[in-house]
C-alpha cells in the first residue's frame, strides 16, 4: 500500500496532467476556432478567426437626441440648455375664431415654426377650451359661446379667472369634433410635431376643474369625456398620445401620460405616481379608473416641474427625492415649466445635468461579435449588445442599420437589421442579426458600422459611445470576407478597389491581384494598412523579387502623402516634400523607413541596404482618416499585368 507521501504526489501529478490538459485544449481551441477578440481599437490581430468580439468605449458626457430633454416654449423663451423640444398651446379662441374658418397661420407664427422646423426641433402641442388667467376673459370664440346658449361658469378667485364651458354640452362636443379633425389634418403628417396632449377638458387642459380655491366646478363624467378622447383617436393616426390622468380609455389605446406637477410631492408620489401604479376613485364623478402600470413601455412619459419654474425640485435637500420621482416616471421630457431659465447655482446646474442624462433613452453599443471570414454568398451574422442607460425606450419607427465598407470608405452593404428598436427598454439587449454576402466582395478586411436612422435617413441618433461619428455611425470592429473558406497571409488576394490588410504579425509576404482588368485603375491598388499611426515604428522592405512592372509605391496617412518610392526609366528614386533622392538602379532594394510621429508631424528617416541613414523632412498632417491611418498603394507601368509580387513587409 503505498504511503501517505506517495500518494500525494501522485494526486499533484493527476492534478497537474488536468490542469496542462485544461491549457492545451484551451489553446487548442482558440487557434483552431479562432474566438479570439480583436484589439482594444476593433482591429483584426487574427485573420483565421471565426467571430471577434469588440467593445466600444462608453461616454459619460451628455448626448443630445430627439424627442427627449428639457422643454422650452415655442415662442422661444431663452433658458440655459440647447433644446430638441418646444411646447405649443393653442386655445379654440386662436384656432377657430370664425365659425369653420381656422387661422393655423398666426398659431404657428407665434410659435416659430419654420425656424425649429430649420433647427431640427420638434414641437408638442396642446388644444384647450379654459386657462385661467388674471382677467376676466374665455378661451372659448364668441359664436360658440353663444351657440352653447353661454353653457358654463364664468369663475373668478383672486388671481384666477376665467370660463368652465359645461364639457356635457352636446353643440360643444359636436363641434369639438370638427376642431380636432382640421386640428389633425394640418399636423398628423407633420414631423415636425412629435407629441400631442389631451388638451381640451378642465383648466389648462389639465383634466381638471378644482384649482379655483378649491371651488370644485362641473366635471364630465367618463362617459363624456371618452367622447373628447374619441376625437383625437379618430384623427390623430400617426402622433403619440397623451392625457394627463390614467383612464381607462388611456390604458386600451396605449397612451402616454404627462404630469404637470412634477417634483411636487403631492401631485407626483400621492396621486400621480399612485393613480398609475394601483387606480384611482375620482372624488369629482365618484368613478373609479384602472392603473396604467408599465404605460411607459410603449408610449411617453412627459411633464413639466410643478410651481413654475420649479427651482425648489433641484435644491439639495429635495433633489434625491426628485431624481426618484423621475426614475419611478421614466421621464422622456419635462417642461417648459422648469428651473432652466435665468441665473441658478453650481450645484442647481450639477443636478439640472443628472436629470438631462437620466431622461428618455440614451443608446450606446456595449460589444459588437461578428463572425469573421465569411465566404463571398456566404451568410454573415452578428450580434450588438445594446446598452439603454436612460430610464425609458425609443417610442418611434427608426431602423438599426449594420454597413459594411471598404478602406476607400465604399459602402459595400447598407441594411436594416430586423429588430424593433422601440422594444430595447432600459438595460442591455442583445440584437442578433444576419445578411446574405453579394458577390460586389473581395477578399480583404473591411469595417463595419452600427448606427440608428428614421425611415427618411436625415435624422440620425447619437450613440454614447467615444468614437461615434455622426453621418458615418458606430465602428464596430474589423472582419475578413474572403473568396473561399481557407485564408492565409501568403495568398491574400487583394482588388485595387477594395482589399488591405492591417498589421497581423511581424512578417506579411505580400502579392497585389488585379482581378477587375477591364476596370482598372493603376494607382489604387492598396496593399496593406496598419493602425500604428499612434506611435513610432519601423517599416522594411524586400524588394529583390519584385516585378519591373511596378511604376511607384505610395506611402500615406489619410489622404495626406509621405513619400514616394518611384521606378522611372530604370531609375528608383525616393520622392517627398522638398527632397528628392536616387536610390538604386533598374530595381528595388531591401529599404528601411523609421517613421516618427509627434502630434501631427511625422519624421521619417531612410536606411539602405549599405545601413546608410538619412533624414527626411518633417511632414505635417492636416487630417488623419479614421479607417487607413497608415498604409500603401502601387502603381503599375502597364495594364497588362494581373498579378505583382510586392515583396515582404516587415515591422519592427
Sequence with gaps: MPSSNKRTQIIRKIFLYIFLLLVVSTLFSISYFGFLPQDEKGFINNLNASYIDYSPEISTSYVQNPYIGFVTDARTIPS????????AKISWTELEPIKGQYDFNEFEKKNNFEYWREQGVNIIIRF???????????????WLYYEINADGTFYNSKDRQGFSPNYSNTTLINEHKLAISALAKRYDNDDLITFVELGSIGHWGEWHTTSVDEEILPFPKTIIT????????????NKLLMMRRPFAIARTNKF???????????QTE??????INKGYLDKNTNENHPSMQDFWKKAPSGGEFGYYPGKQYISEEQFERTIKQLEDSHISWLGPSAPIYGTISDIEKANLDIILNKMGYRFSVKKATLKT?????GNFDGTIKILNSGIAPFYFDWNMKFKIANMNNEVLLDENIDYDVKNILPGEKDINFGFLLENQY?????????????????YELNLANNNFIKGKGLF???????????????????????????YVDNIIKLKAFNTTKSEQKNDLIKFFRTKKTNENFKINYDFSTISKEIKSINFFVGENTLLTIENFENEIKLIAKDYEKVIGKESFSKISLNIKKEKNNYSIIYKSDNNIEEKINNIKIISESFTHDFGSNISLLTEDVLETTVGVLEFE
Design 80 to 87: 440655459l440648455y440647447t433644446v430638441k423640444l418646444v411646447y
Design 128 to 142: 384647450y377650451m379654459d386657462q385661467p388667467e388674471d382677467y376676466r376673459h374665455m378661451n372659448i370664440p364668441d
Design 226 to 237: 371618452d367622447q373628447y378622447v374619441q376625437d383625437y383617436i379618430d384623427n390623430f393616426k
Design 256 to 266: 402616454g401620460l404627462f404630469n404637470d406637477s412634477f417634483g411636487d410631492i403631492l
Design 270 to 275: 400621492e396621486y400621480f405616481l399612485d393613480w
Design 373 to 377: 471570414n465569411t465566404p463571398v454568398g
Design 442 to 458: 473581395y477578399s480583404g478586411i473591411y469595417s463595419t458600422y452600427f448606427s440608428i436612422k428614421n425611415a427618411q435617413e436625415n
Design 476 to 502: 464596430c470592429g474589423e472582419i475578413v470576407i474572403n473568396l473561399s473558406n481557407g485564408l492565409s497571409t501568403d495568398s491574400f488576394k487583394y482588388n485595387n478597389y477594395y482589399n488591405y490588410i492591417n
